[in-house]
């Protein structure tokens, strides 16, 4: 049937003050928008509710008889909510996520504090470390699970995809670069580049795209972790490349991303744990939680654009 809850609590108001007019103000609707909602109802239900005239509104007898049925209806649907309100009040405990610093800034804070909200009492403890790192935690029971890009060939290690992100070119807004819409790898060579160090497993992924290239960027300052990278970038130091993820959306006031191509280079982050073993109630809840948005934010991190305008001594290339 095409109706929903509005329309019965709307049903329910006139029926228990007998006049579109304080009912509407009881709602803090209009009279035309109660009326429609009344009108809905009774179309869906396919009787008449109310007998109406210019000056009185009076309840059919089939009215009548629905009353004590809609007020059931929204009795058990307010004790339903009450029953699901309290069962997450009652959930606490610890939840131990590793993850890789680049989920950090501007992946993980927003789920995180959608959970905090539903489940206050639950404390979350992040282990922010290299993608080894995250691996061994989760393998030894230092983390419930992690949030990383390495692990779906392990075979104790279960990986569930989350989304596939591509490496972009970091820049702040006043760097010459800042305004292409995309920009190939041979392009860098004339800049300060900044970049991760051997052993990072970002930087493996880069070193394994440019293995075929003919020209890469010379670095003059490496860091450990993606986080003190983008940071250097910000601070107008020179520029880097970075996944998309570690960087903050369109439009931000000091940054810039940039799409990079030829090569491209891309990783897919996912959800690890280990494969057999039941996690706690509080860490379910959260694994579940990032796994049903893995649709929600593929969009929004995949699909991003980076920086606005057009090159200066090069033609315009197609936004991503």
Same mark, same amino acid.
């Given at each position: ?207 394994? $795209?440019?293995?075929?290239?003919? /020209?890469? =960027? !010379?670095?003059?300052?490496?860091? +450990?972790?993606?986080?003190? &990278? #983008? *940071?250097?970038?910000? $601070?107008?130091?020179?520029?880097? /490349?970075? =996944? !998309?993820?570690?960087?903050?959306? +369109?439009?931000?006031?000091? &940054? #810039? *991303? ?63």
């Amino acid at each position: 049937m095409n109706f929903d809850l509005s329309d019965l609590r709307a049903f329910l108001a006139v029926a228990d003050f007998g006049s579109l007019r304080a009912a509407s103000d009881n709602l803090h609707l209009s009279q035309s928008a109660l009326s429609r909602r009344i009108d809905k109802l009774e179309a869906a239900l396919g009787v008449k509710l109310f007998s109406r005239t210019t000056r009185k509104v009076e309840l059919t007898m089939i009215g009548r008889t629905f009353v004590p049925k809609a007020r059931s209806v929204m009795r058990e649907l307010q004790d339903a909510l009450v029953g699901i309100q309290d069962a997450s009040e009652r959930i606490s405990g610890q939840v131990a996520l590793a993850c890789v610093p680049s989920a950090v800034g501007y992946f993980l804070p927003t789920a995180i504090r959608q959970f905090h909200a539903q489940y206050p009492r639950v404390r979350m403890r992040l282990i922010d470390e290299a993608t080894a790192d995250v691996l061994l935690a989760v393998a030894r029971g230092d983390a419930d699970f992690g949030v990383t890009y390495i692990g779906s060939q392990e075979p104790d290690i279960d990986f569930q995809p989350l989304l596939k992100e591509s490496f972009v070119v970091a820049c702040s807004v006043g760097h010459r670069l800042a305004k292409y819409k995309r920009i190939k790898w041979k392009e860098l060579a004339d800049d300060d580049y900044i970049t991760l160090a051997q052993g990072s497993g970002n930087r493996f992924l880069i070193d394994q $795209a440019l293995s075929q290239a003919p /020209v890469g =960027p !010379r670095w003059f300052c490496e860091v +450990r972790h993606v986080p003190a &990278l #983008v *940071s250097l970038v910000e $601070a107008g130091l020179g520029i880097g /490349v970075v =996944p !998309r993820l570690a960087m903050p959306p +369109r439009g931000h006031s000091t &940054l #810039v *991303s940039i799409p990079l191509e030829e090569p491209e280079v891309t990783r897919t982050i996912g959800l690890i744990k280990r494969r057999g073993r039941e996690l706690v109630p509080a860490a379910q809840l959260f694994y579940d939680m990032l796994l049903d948005g893995a649709v929600g934010q593929q969009t929004k991190v995949a699909g991003k654009p980076g920086a606005r305008g057009v090159p200066r001594k090069h033609p315009p290339r197609a936004a991503e």
